[in-house]
């Protein structure tokens, strides 16, 4: 095989390799997308039952405490006093 050649099919496999990483991270970022969306509506489906629930049981506050960031999962407008505890700072 010659010098040329070789360095022909060598420039092809790059080429194609390129190509296929490519084709992979946008078939990543497809996926990740799909999941979100399905996540984001099923989710909404959860909240909702949740939300239900809560009020019919009567629960004014609903936490899931494995959460570090945001534990509040329902919260009832009559449990946010951020109100008044900023009127009683001033």
């Known amino acids: 095989m010659s010098d040329a050649e070789r360095a022909?099919?060598?420039k092809t496999i790059d080429e194609k390799k390129k190509q296929l990483e490519r084709q992979a991270e946008d078939a990543q970022n497809d996926f990740q997308s799909e999941m979100q969306e399905?996540?984001?509506?099923?989710?909404s489906k959860v909240y909702d039952v949740l939300a239900s629930y809560a009020q019919q049981q009567g629960f004014t506050l609903v936490l899931d405490v494995a959460?570090?960031?945001?534990p509040v999962l329902y919260a009832n407008e009559s449990t946010n006093n951020t109100?008044?505890?900023?009127d009683a700072t001033t």
């Open 67 to 70: 959460q570090q960031q945001n």
């Open 38 to 43: 399905l996540y984001n509506g099923l989710a």
């Open 8 to 10: 022909s099919r060598a």
């Open 83 to 86: 109100k008044q505890v900023i």
